[in-house]
């Protein structure tokens, strides 16, 4: 399909129950869905400042949530059934962050930078 203000998607679906959403617009952005009898799910968008983002789950309820922006800043979440947490930070400037949180409680905070 494809209307006056370029906007163009695509949607597909198959015996196994791949279900798939394509999406251009004039400004850029597009999207793109997926679901499987697995449950794996995907999210992915682009726009013209270059932010995208891209969402995962499966049946470990395992979360990825990655996203990068024009001043190079980027972040990664994971999420698992053992409720580990990361989270992964970079930036123009060379900082880098990672934070972790587990069952037991440790906690780990990493941070490197320009010297």
Known sequence: MMSKDGMFTLCMMSKD???TLFMMSKDGIF???MMSKDRIFTLF???KDGMFTLFMMS???MFTLYMMSKDGIFTLFMMSKDG???LCMMSKDGIF???M???DGMFTFFKISKI
Do not use: W
């Open 45 to 47: 968008m682009m726009s």
């Open 59 to 61: 049946k470990d309820e």
């Open 17 to 19: 129950g791949i279900f």
């Open 84 to 86: 580990m947490f990361t």
């Open 97 to 99: 962050i990672l934070f």
């Open 31 to 33: 999207t793109l869905f």
């Open 101 to 103: 949180i587990l069952k």
